[in-house]
């Protein structure tokens, strides 16, 4: 069965240090990934979504960065972290034709 | 523009009521429309969905939805709710099988004793 695995589970980080948040999944191949940020435990935001190894489509412009390096991975970066960075990040695979399965969350605190 | 709404913020529902949670979609063709879940800080849990056919689908922990084409809706309802139903609802909709999920806003659903 497909799975998706969030790390790490919470994170706290001092403003202006680089943030690295991991996303696999297990149990297909050439998934579409995504990123979204959640504030204050209300509606999801769309960052970023990959269709493939490289492929980085950005919705909104952030302190933020996306990358794929291999086919069932994906990463959330910063170079250096902001207060407003601060919130609850989900990843997410899409497949085609159903409903999405997300991680288990990052609640990330910059302070 | 492809869009959909949660008009409630917050629902309060008294424990053995039924509950309804709204959604409406902006129209684009024919919508896959979805419900999930979310208990504090953990991802979101699938309930139901509507791809096509009946319009009155079931789903997870007895809640069901009805698809409404002429009022381009897809409320959440569960005929007696439990105070373990008390979590943030959220509504999606996608408009084709390749297309990205568009979420909403979310509704706080608060079930009292």
């Known amino acids: 069965s497909q799975t998706i695995h969030q790390w790490p589970a919470t994170l706290v980080q001092p403003v202006g240090s680089p943030l690295s948040l991991e996303c696999t999944v297990e149990?297909?191949?050439?998934?579409?990934l995504y990123w979204y940020r959640q504030a204050a435990g209300r509606g999801l935001q769309l960052l970023f979504y990959?269709?493939?190894?490289?492929?980085i489509s950005s919705e909104v412009p952030q302190n933020l960065s996306a990358s794929r390096p291999q086919d069932r991975q994906f990463i959330l970066s910063s170079k250096k972290l902001l207060l407003s960075d601060s919130g609850f990040y989900l990843c997410?695979?899409?497949?085609?034709?159903?409903?999405?399965?997300f991680g288990q969350g990052t609640r990330l605190t910059v302070v | 523009a492809q869009s959909v709404a949660q008009p409630e913020d917050q629902v309060n529902v008294a424990e053995g009521n039924p509950l309804t949670v709204k959604c409406t979609y902006s129209?684009?063709?024919?919508?896959?429309l979805f419900w999930y879940v979310q208990y504090p800080n953990r991802g979101l849990q699938f309930l139901l969905k509507?791809?096509?056919?009946?319009?009155l689908v079931k789903g997870s922990y007895g809640f069901e939805a009805e698809f409404n084409k002429s009022q381009t809706s897809f409320h959440l309802k569960k005929p007696s709710a439990l105070v373990s139903d008390s979590a943030l609802y959220f509504c999606a909709v996608r408009y084709s099988s390749a297309s990205k999920i568009i979420f909403g806003s979310g509704t706080r659903l608060s079930i009292r004793p």
């Open positions: 990959s269709v493939g190894i490289g492929q």
């Open positions: 149990g297909t191949s050439n998934p579409n």
């Open positions: 509507y791809i096509t056919g009946d319009n």
């Open positions: 129209v684009s063709g024919n919508p896959y």
């Open positions: 997410a695979w899409i497949p085609l034709n159903t409903e999405a399965f």
